[in-house]
C-alpha cells in the first residue's frame, strides 16, 4: 500500500558553528550544482538507504561531512526537521533534517583554504534553499542551550583555561562579567585541584595534568567529561 503514495527525498543538512575574532559564525561552501549553483550553503547530502553503515540519519550526517569537507566533528546534535515543496524548485516536496555542531575555528581552518567562507550569523548573505532559517534555528539553540549547559566548550579546542571558557560564553551572550561572577554562574570553585578531579559542582570540568604558560602564573588546563548541565548555571 505504501507504493502507491510518492516518497519525498530526504535529505541532512549541517549547521557548522564557530568562533571567528570573538563572534559566532557560521562555516558555509559553495553549491557546484543546480539548483543555486555558485550559491553558498550549509554541507549537506541526501539519505543513502541502500548503505548498511548509514544506521541512522547521525551517520549520515557525519557521511556528509566526512565526504564533503573532510572532518568529523566532536559534538553533532539534531536540530528540526525542514520540509515543503517550495524548498527545491527541481524535486518537488522535499524533507531536510538540520543538525548543528560546534567546531573551533581552527580545526575548520585546518581543512584547506576554499573550503569554507566565514560569515558572522548575525550578518548572512544569500544563502541557497532555507539555510539562512536553518542558521537562524541553530544560533537560538546554542544560545538557549549554553545559559545552562557544557555545550560552549565543544568551540574550544579539547584542553582549555577556564578563562577561555570564560570568554567563549562571552562571546556566544555578547556580555563581559567578571572573572567571580561567571565562575559562580557555573558553580566553579577554584582551588587546589588534582589532575582527574573536577573543579565544579556537576563534576563536568575535569584538571588534565598540563597548563599554558604566560606572563603570570601558568593556567591549568581543564576538559569537559561529557555534554551535560551545570547545577547551578544561568545567564
Not at 550559491?39 to 541526501?46: D, V
Not at 539553540?141 to 560564553?169: D, G, H, I, M
Request: proline share 5%.
Amino acid at each position: 500500500m505504501s507504493d502507491a503514495y510518492p516518497k519525498p527525498d530526504v535529505s541532512v543538512d549541517v549547521v557548522l558553528l564557530t568562533l571567528v575574532e570573538g563572534k559566532l559564525h557560521v562555516a558555509l561552501h559553495v553549491r557546484t550544482k543546480r539548483p543555486d549553483k555558485g550559491t553558498l550553503a550549509l554541507p549537506g547530502g541526501q539519505v543513502h538507504v541502500d548503505d548498511d553503515d548509514e544506521v541512522d540519519l547521525e551517520a549520515t550526517a557525519y557521511r556528509v561531512l566526512r565526504e564533503k569537507v573532510g572532518l568529523v566533528p566532536r559534538y553533532l546534535e539534531q536540530l528540526r526537521t525542514f520540509s515543503g515543496r517550495e524548498r527545491d524548485p527541481t524535486r518537488g516536496f522535499t524533507v531536510s533534517i538540520s543538525h548543528v555542531a560546534l567546531i573551533p575555528y581552527e580545526e575548520l581552518k585546518a581543512v584547506g583554504d576554499g573550503v569554507f567562507h566565514f560569515y558572522s550569523v548575525d550578518d548572512l548573505p544569500r544563502l541557497a534553499f532555507d539555510h539562512a532559517a536553518q542558521v537562524s534555528e541553530a544560533v537560538q539553540r546554542l544560545r538557549n542551550k549554553a545559559s545552562y549547559s557544557t555545550l560552549p566548550c565543544w568551540l574550544l579546542p579539547e584542553a582549555f583555561t577556564l578563562t577561555q571558557l570564560q570568554v567563549v560564553y562571552e562571546q556566544i551572550f555578547g556580555e563581559t562579567v567578571k572573572r567571580g561572577t561567571f565562575r559562580s554562574r557555573l558553580g566553579i570553585k577554584v582551588q587546589d585541584v588534582r589532575p582527574g578531579e573536577a573543579v565544579d559542582e556537576a563534576e563536568i570540568l575535569v584538571a588534565t595534568d598540563q597548563f599554558q604558560g604566560g606572563k603570570q602564573r601558568p593556567a591549568r588546563l581543564f576538559k569537559v567529561n561529557r555534554l551535560s548541565l551545570f547545577r547551578r548555571a544561568f545567564w
